[in-house]
C-alpha cells in the first residue's frame, strides 16, 4: 500500500480518518503487512499483501459472500487469460469519450478492476486511480499486475460501502459489475454519492435481450434454467465442463465469426464470445457466464431510470454487447 492512499481512504463504516497503527512489514513500494486504524469509530483493518482490505466481513449477506467466492476461484483460474480481457475492457474504453476519464489532476475511480487490466490503462490519462474489488484473489492479481504504476492504488472494498468521502472522484466506471449484485441500483447510488458533481459515473450492465428480438430474449431465458444448475456446482466442476464444451462452442461460434470477419460483415460484431479470439480462452469466459450466482439484464429505459432518480444530466446510452451507459452528477 502506498502512503499516499491514505489521503484518499476513509473507514467505510463511519467515514472517519484512517491512520496507520502498526507497519508489520514494507519495502520500497510502500507498507506490505500492517494495521489500520479509524481514528473515529476505532475499527481496525489489515494490509495484507500490500492490500489494506477495508471491509467488515460480518456486513455481507449471503448473496454477496457466495459471489465472493465464486469470483475468487474465477480470477484464481483465469489469471492467465491477459489477451482476452485486455481485448474485452479495451472495447469499453473505446465506447466511451476519452474526455470522461483524461485530465492531469483527475482522481478516479474502478469500481470492481478485476485483475487490474483496465485500470492499468485508465491511469495514463489521469493523476490517481484507484480499483476496488470484493475478490481476494482478483486484488491480489491487480496489485501484481499495477505494482509498477505509480497513481495506481488497489483496495479491497464492498460497492455498496465504499471507503472513500462523498463527493470525492473525478470520474468513476464500473464495467461488469452492478448487474452481480443483488441489489444494482444501492451500488449505483453508492458510486453516485462519492462522485464530485460535474463528474461522470461510467457503468456497463448486462441488456435486456427481450427488447431486441424474441429469440434472444428466448435464448437468454433458457440460458437463465441453465445457469439455475451450474451456479449451484462446485466451481471446479463447473470449470472441468467448461473445458469440455469449449470446442463445441469454438466449431458453432468462434470459427463462423473469424469468417464472417474476414468478409468484413456486420453481423460478425453480433456474435457470442467475440471476445475470444483462440480456443484457450473459451473455458474462462464460459465460466465467467455460467458461474456468478446473480445475473441481472436490463432495458435501455430501466438502466436510464437510474440516472433520472439520481437527478443525473447529459446521459448516453451505447449498445456494447451490453449497455454502456455515462452521465453527470449534477
Not at 98 to 107: R, V
Not at 141 to 146: L, Q
Not at 154 to 179: N, T, W
Not at 222 to 234: A, D, F, S
Amino acid at each position: 500500500m502506498k502512503t499516499k492512499l491514505l489521503d484518499l481512504v476513509v473507514c467505510p463504516m463511519c467515514k472517519g480518518k484512517l491512520i496507520c497503527k502498526v507497519i508489520l512489514k514494507a519495502n520500497q513500494n510502500g507498507i506490505e503487512e500492517g494495521v489500520l486504524k479509524c481514528t473515529q469509530c476505532k475499527l481496525e483493518y489489515p494490509i495484507k499483501n500490500g492490500i489494506p482490505r477495508l471491509f467488515i466481513e460480518g456486513n455481507l449477506d449471503f448473496h454477496c459472500t457466495r459471489t465472493k467466492d465464486r469470483f475468487n476461484y474465477e480470477w484464481k483460474k483465469c489469471f492467465n487469460l491477459y489477451p482476452m480481457w485486455d481485448a474485452h475492457f479495451k472495447s469499453y474504453l473505446d465506447t466511451l469519450p476519452l474526455s470522461l476519464i483524461t485530465g492531469n489532476g483527475k482522481i478516479g475511480l474502478d469500481a470492481g478492476c478485476g485483475m487490474g487490466r483496465t485500470i492499468a490503462m485508465a491511469a495514463r490519462f489521469c493523476k490517481e486511480i484507484v480499483g476496488i474489488d470484493l475478490s481476494d484473489n482478483a486484488v491480489d492479481a491487480a496489485y501484481k499486475n499495477t505494482s509498477y504504476l505509480s497513481n495506481v492504488h488497489i483496495v479491497q472494498a464492498d460497492i455498496c460501502h465504499l471507503p472513500f468521502r462523498e463527493f470525492f472522484f473525478d470520474f468513476i466506471y464500473s464495467f461488469g459489475v452492478l448487474h452481480h449484485l443483488r441489489y444494482p441500483e444501492k451500488g449505483f447510488k453508492s458510486l453516485a454519492k462519492v462522485t464530485k458533481s460535474n463528474s461522470p459515473v461510467v457503468v456497463y450492465v448486462y441488456k435486456d435481450w427481450t427488447e431486441e428480438s424474441m429469440l434472444k430474449g428466448l435464448i437468454i431465458r433458457l440460458i437463465g434454467y441453465l445457469r439455475y444448475i451450474t451456479t449451484k456446482l462446485p466451481p471446479a466442476v463447473l470449470y472441468l465442463i467448461c473445458v469440455l464444451i469449449s470446442p463445441l462452442v469454438y466449431i458453432l461460434f468462434v470459427l463462423p465469426r473469424k469468417l464472417l470477419d474476414k468478409w468484413h460483415l456486420a453481423i460478425s460484431y453480433k456474435m457470442p464470445f467475440r471476445q475470444c479470439e483462440v480456443f484457450a480462452h473459451l473455458p474462462g469466459s464460459l465460466f465467467d457466464r455460467f458461474q456468478a450466482p446473480i445475473e441481472n439484464r436490463y432495458k435501455r429505459s430501466e438502466l436510464l431510470d437510474w440516472f433520472k432518480r439520481e437527478n443525473f444530466n447529459k446521459v448516453n446510452i451505447k449498445d456494447l454487447f451490453g449497455h454502456v451507459a455515462w452521465g453527470f452528477k449534477p
